[in-house]
């Protein structure tokens, strides 16, 4: 029996996409597990339920693009010698929540590939090997295609190319991933959303009941107090902050790059004023085009601490 089912779908097609909010991708896990750097599992979920986030068009053009240079540098200059093949959508047959889309495949022995690219300034991400989230999109990839190692490739500031090769671990699998994508499912399936990840989330899952008055446990009490110090500490370390660069300015006064026992260390250039729209003045003048391109930011929520009355 194959580790999984081939879906035959054109990406980015509406059939592609219905067949995405059928179960978990590979690229979605980490989310899902709290592991990822761009996405929550309430974004997941959303989608699961047919409410999309954002979508950059442009950033989905120029990962597919890039797909055939890094296909061609792998023949080309990685030394290693293996046909890559288009890659496919597939669903576990074990755990048919799972699914993934594989950039590219190689036979003898079957495995597959992962395409990446990176910013030049995102790049160190890279340095100590593949990224967790990636790490986790692949291991699900593995898991879905019966493998046991894959090739990730990435294209890093349009200049760098790196190879990586990720063994598969079962155990991580097993004792952890397929417990949190059946726990997501169920949400999914019931219709709980997962707890607020972000603050951002928070805002849009528990916005403010007007007149509301709730009594804080001695737990929560320390966290507010907590709270209120670190502000206090940001706001001192930000005066600290001024004062010294004040103190520096009255030696460096005009010089532009400072050097420290004879290499550079620091630019101090003076920068051109931040230009400012004056909002109130275009609403009196232009009500119409004012309200016609304005956008209504997402809401989110301010904590104060009030002052005890004495």
């Known amino acids: 029996m194959s580790a999984y089912a081939r879906v035959d779908v054109t990406p980015d097609t509406p059939e592609w996409e219905q067949e995405r ?3 978990i991708g590979a690229s979605e896990v980490a989310a899902v597990m709290g592991l990822s750097r761009f996405s929550t599992a ?24 890039s797909e055939p240079i890094m296909e061609a540098w792998v023949h080309k200059f990685s030394g290693v010698h ?8 597939a669903r576990s047959a074990e755990v048919p929540i799972l699914h993934a889309s594989f950039d590219r495949v190689s036979f003898d022995p079957f495995t597959t590939w992962q395409f990446k690219t990176a910013h030049a300034v995102a790049g160190h991400h890279w340095d100590e090997g593949i990224p967790t989230d990636i790490r986790v999109q692949v291991q699900a990839e593995m898991f879905v295609a019966g493998t046991q190692k894959a090739g990730v490739v990435v294209w890093i500031g349009g200049r760098e190319f790196r190879l990586y090769w990720e063994p598969r671990d079962d155990r991580f699998i097993d004792e952890h991933m397929i417990p949190a994508l059946g ?4 949400r999914v399936l019931t219709g709980t959303p997962p ?3 972000n603050l951002a989330e928070i805002a849009e899952v528990y916005p403010t009941d007007p007149g509301t008055v709730l009594e804080l ?3 929560a009490f320390e966290t507010l107090e907590r709270i209120t110090v670190l502000n206090s500490d940001i706001t001192a ?15 460096v006064q005009g010089a532009e790059t400072l050097t420290y026992a004879g290499r550079p260390v620091a630019t101090w250039k003076t920068q051109k004023g931040r230009a400012s729209f004056d909002k109130r003045t275009f609403e009196l003048d232009h009500p119409d085009l004012a309200a016609a391109y304005t956008n209504q930011g997402a809401p989110f929520k301010v904590l104060r601490r009030l002052k005890e009355k004495s």
Do not use: C
């Open 183 to 186: 726990d997501f499912w169920n």
């Open 42 to 65: 309430l974004d997941v979920y959303k989608h699961k339920q047919g409410i999309d986030s954002d979508f950059d068009p442009v950033l989905a053009f120029i990962g597919h693009q």
């Open 82 to 89: 293996a046909t890559l093949w288009p890659g496919f959508m």
């Open 237 to 251: 370390q930000e005066k600290e902050r001024d004062a010294l660069k004040v103190a520096l300015s009255e030696f």
């Open 217 to 219: 446990p001695e737990t």
């Open 195 to 197: 707890e607020p990840a």
């Open 21 to 23: 909010r059928k179960s």
